[in-house]
């Protein structure tokens, strides 16, 4: 089987001398498993403008995946948004969870964060608290979180990036869950404000793909003609056959009105390709919108299509041809650049198909003397080992332990089918290895 090396990332700009001004705060891993499965969102925005003012309803319900300036929340007074119908809430937004039938949630991760470009020295009421939210699933009361990690930043903008672990929270929730936060601090009453939480949920699912599910968390600053690229690896993609991968980006002031940020890949030579989908053409990855697959997520309570400078959205790139990434590829680069805008970045996922065994085991029984089982009965004990995974397993043992009410039979191991096929010795060291076989006993 083979030994995953540790991933390492880290952030490198076209400019050295601008390394400092460019990176808030390192990206590095904050979860990463290899596993069948996927990674999604639940997210929202925290701000909108007001429904009153003219023109507000058809910026926020704008499909078009560029524009204008009225698509972009620099034409606009921001306020909260607040759909819970709760008093002792001033900002409310939630989204729901719809994982596959039979998913397992294996890491949960929820991140908040505010953007102000007016840069007052004085803050207003409710700042101190930035690092806490209110939180609750489905019909249930909301409880009080505070951020296990927080960046602050007056880099670009001034801003705020909360992370806080909810995996137990998420879990107990279920896989169809429905989620809102409330009490969110945003800076309200000016133009240009951005604010929005996101969800990112690992999940297991045996149905799916072995992939490489790795969740990111940093700050990078990307402004007018710098580039920020993060390279991942510690992978292995299947050495033949299709790669499919995913990646998620979540940001702050993404301009729907403004072009020229692009979100790019790279895992085939030095080509650096467009990522792109239904809702982000070519030079405008970063649009507030939240989607999935080019597709605005439907679950969302307030569900505005222009979230006016709030970005979630996962991307599957259609790589039936292999020029995103290869057979037998370690590692790759994802690229993000803008030639106009200010994005402020903060979570990057993605997940990845791997090659590697995926072993599965089977343990049946058989009375040979019928009817109920007695004492003295001789048991058929049967094993059945398989890989169905796409890389072979060496080095591989099986251990099972038989019933304390039962006796090994002398001189009864077998092995049923595979090169090493026949009977065996009850020695220790006669027995099936690097093979697939079905072991007997009686």
Same mark, same amino acid.
């Given at each position: 089987m083979?030994?995953?090396?540790k991933?390492?990332?880290?952030?490198?700009?076209?400019h050295?001398s601008?390394?400092?001004a460019?990176?808030?705060?390192?990206?590095?891993i904050?979860?990463?498993?290899?596993?069948k499965?996927?990674?999604t969102?639940v997210?929202n925005?925290?701000l909108t403008?007001?429904?009153?003012?003219?023109?507000c309803?058809?910026?926020?319900?704008s499909?078009?995946?560029s524009g204008?300036s009225?698509? &972009?929340?620099?034409?606009?007074?921001?306020q909260?948004?607040d759909?819970?119908?709760?008093?002792?809430?001033s900002?409310?937004? &939630?989204?729901s969870?719809n994982?596959?039938n039979?998913?397992?949630?294996?890491?949960a991760?929820?991140?908040?964060?505010?953007?102000?470009?007016n840069?007052?020295?004085?803050?207003?009421?409710?700042?101190?608290?930035?690092?806490?939210?209110?939180?609750?699933?489905?019909?249930g009361?909301?409880q009080?979180?505070?951020a296990?990690?927080?960046?602050n930043?007056t880099?670009?903008y001034?801003s705020?990036?909360?992370f806080?672990?909810?995996?137990?929270?998420?879990q107990?929730a279920?896989?169809?869950?429905?989620?809102?936060l409330?009490?969110?601090?945003?800076?309200t009453?000016g133009?240009n404000l951005?604010?929005?939480?996101?969800?990112?949920v690992v999940?297991?699912n045996t149905?799916?793909?072995?992939?490489n599910?790795t969740?990111f968390?940093?700050l990078?600053?990307?402004?007018?003609?710098?580039?920020v690229?993060?390279?991942?690896?510690?992978?292995?993609?299947?050495?033949s056959?299709?790669?499919?991968f995913?990646?998620?980006v979540t940001a702050?002031?993404?301009d729907?009105?403004t072009?020229?940020?692009?979100? &790019?890949?790279?895992g085939?030579?030095?080509?650096y390709?467009n990522v792109?989908?239904?809702?982000?053409?070519?030079?405008? &990855?970063?649009?507030?919108?939240?989607?999935?697959?080019?597709?605005?997520t439907p679950?969302?309570?307030?569900?505005?299509?222009?979230?006016?400078?709030?970005?979630?959205?996962?991307?599957?790139?259609?790589?039936?041809?292999?020029?995103y990434?290869?057979?037998a590829?370690?590692?790759?680069?994802?690229r993000?650049?803008?030639?106009s805008?200010?994005?402020?970045?903060?979570?990057?996922?993605?997940?990845?198909?791997?090659?590697?065994?995926d072993?599965?085991?089977t343990?049946?029984?058989?009375?040979?003397n019928g009817?109920?089982?007695m004492?003295?009965?001789?048991?058929?004990y049967?094993i059945?080992?398989?890989?169905?995974?796409?890389?072979?397993?060496?080095?591989?043992?099986?251990i099972d332990?038989?019933?304390?009410r039962?006796?090994?039979v002398?001189?009864?191991?077998?092995?049923?089918s595979?090169?090493?096929?026949?009977?065996?010795?009850?020695?220790?060291?006669?027995?099936?290895?690097?093979?697939?076989?079905e072991?007997?006993?009686?």
């Amino acid at each position: 089987m083979k030994t995953l090396r540790k991933v390492i990332i880290a952030f490198f700009l076209l400019h050295n001398s601008l390394i400092n001004a460019q990176i808030v705060q390192p990206f590095a891993i904050r979860y990463q498993t290899n596993q069948k499965g996927s990674i999604t969102f639940v997210s929202n925005t925290a701000l909108t403008c007001n429904p009153q003012t003219n023109g507000c309803t058809a910026a926020t319900g704008s499909t078009a995946n560029s524009g204008g300036s009225t698509l &972009s929340n620099n034409n606009w007074t921001m306020q909260y948004v607040d759909m819970d119908g709760d008093a002792t809430t001033s900002m409310s937004s &939630s989204d729901s969870l719809n994982l596959p039938n039979c998913s397992e949630i294996t890491w949960a991760g929820l991140y908040w964060c505010a953007s102000n470009t007016n840069g007052a020295s004085s803050q207003p009421a409710g700042y101190a608290n930035r690092n806490q939210v209110k939180f609750k699933s489905n019909g249930g009361a909301y409880q009080t979180l505070t951020a296990d990690q927080i960046i602050n930043s007056t880099t670009g903008y001034q801003s705020y990036f909360c992370f806080k672990n909810v995996t137990s929270i998420v879990q107990a929730a279920g896989i169809k869950a429905r989620f809102t936060l409330g009490n969110m601090f945003c800076w309200t009453g000016g133009t240009n404000l951005a604010g929005g939480w996101t969800l990112v949920v690992v999940y297991k699912n045996t149905t799916m793909t072995d992939r490489n599910l790795t969740v990111f968390d940093g700050l990078a600053v990307v402004s007018n003609g710098n580039n920020v690229t993060v390279p991942i690896n510690g992978f292995v993609t299947p050495l033949s056959g299709p790669v499919n991968f995913e990646l998620g980006v979540t940001a702050l002031d993404g301009d729907r009105g403004t072009t020229g940020d692009q979100l &790019s890949f790279n895992g085939v030579a030095n080509n650096y390709i467009n990522v792109t989908d239904a809702m982000h053409v070519a030079g405008n &990855s970063f649009n507030s919108t939240i989607c999935y697959n080019g597709v605005l997520t439907p679950y969302r309570v307030s569900n505005y299509n222009n979230t006016l400078g709030y970005d979630a959205n996962i991307y599957v790139p259609n790589n039936s041809t292999l020029n995103y990434i290869g057979n037998a590829a370690t590692s790759a680069n994802i690229r993000v650049t803008t030639s106009s805008d200010i994005i402020m970045t903060n979570v990057i996922t993605s997940a990845i198909d791997i090659y590697q065994p995926d072993l599965r085991a089977t343990v049946s029984i058989t009375d040979l003397n019928g009817g109920q089982v007695m004492a003295n009965d001789i048991l058929e004990y049967k094993i059945k080992c398989v890989n169905i995974g796409s890389d072979t397993s060496i080095n591989t043992y099986l251990i099972d332990t038989l019933d304390v009410r039962t006796n090994l039979v002398p001189g009864t191991l077998q092995v049923l089918s595979g090169p090493n096929a026949g009977m065996k010795t009850d020695a220790l060291a006669d027995r099936s290895e690097e093979h697939t076989s079905e072991l007997q006993s009686r």
